[in-house]
């Protein structure tokens, strides 16, 4: 009797684990697919940028703002009091900070335009051109708010600065063309099309190890079951 409640519970425990193991398996299968679905976005995104690089220029006063990634030349006049710096971003594998600058529109609005990354404790430029493409307002996770030091902020948002200085920017914006010392990002922001590939690609390998080992678990299982039964 022992015995056969033995052979029960050991059972049981290999099934178990053949249950969590195929659990697994159907996890990184997900997370693959998931990395996938991103990598189409992106591949939609790249589109989208190609088709507004490929556009005229336009110039923008004020109004209902373009597309995002469309390039235009802002009319109006730049408010450099009330300039900000992020901290903590990364260029050339070096820490510094990014500079955004306000510009206010003719017709009064104001779009915030990030004008590239400078090493800390660089002097500032002052703006040379108003050439800029709109671009999504940057994401970022947090675990607590990050109030601002004087003009270093660690995130920007709409709500940010408004709260900061009053006025809610209708628009955020990137810089276009050289404007030494500053390096500017070019392309789309964020994580390339590729490496979700690549994630997506490490995933569903181990989806296939799992598999595999899903099926010699199952397969010695078997077998020690059946030599229980005859024994």
Not at 87 to 96: C, E, H, I, L, T
Not at 115 to 120: F, N, Y
Not at 182 to 194: A, L, N
């Amino acid at each position: 009797m022992s015995r056969d409640r033995s052979i029960t519970h050991g059972q049981r425990r290999q099934r178990l684990a053949l249950v969590g193991l195929g659990a697994l398996v159907l996890l990184t299968v997900a997370l693959g697919a998931w990395q996938f679905s991103r990598a189409l976005g992106k591949q939609a995104l790249a589109e989208t940028y190609a088709r507004a690089a490929a556009q005229t220029p336009l110039v923008w006063h004020g109004g209902h703002a373009p597309e995002h990634y469309r390039k235009v030349r802002l009319q109006g006049k730049w408010l450099l009091d009330g300039q900000l710096r992020l901290d903590q971003r990364m260029a050339q594998s070096r820490v510094g900070v990014e500079i955004v600058t306000p510009f206010r529109l003719t017709d009064g609005e104001v779009v915030l335009v990030n004008r590239g990354w400078l090493p800390a404790g660089q002097p500032i430029p002052v703006p040379a051109s108003q050439a800029v493409e709109l671009v999504p307002w940057p994401r970022f996770f947090e675990l607590r708010a990050t109030p601002p030091q004087g003009d270093l902020f660690q995130n920007i948002d709409a709500a940010r600065y408004a709260a900061w200085r009053g006025a809610v920017p209708v628009a955020y914006a990137r810089a276009v063309g050289a404007q030494p010392p500053f390096v500017r990002q070019t392309g789309i922001p964020g994580v390339p099309m590729e490496r979700h590939l690549a994630y997506a690609a490490t995933w569903w390998g181990m989806s296939l190890i799992g598999v595999l080992l899903c099926l010699r678990f199952y397969r010695t299982t078997r077998a020690s079951g059946v030599r229980d039964d005859r024994a």
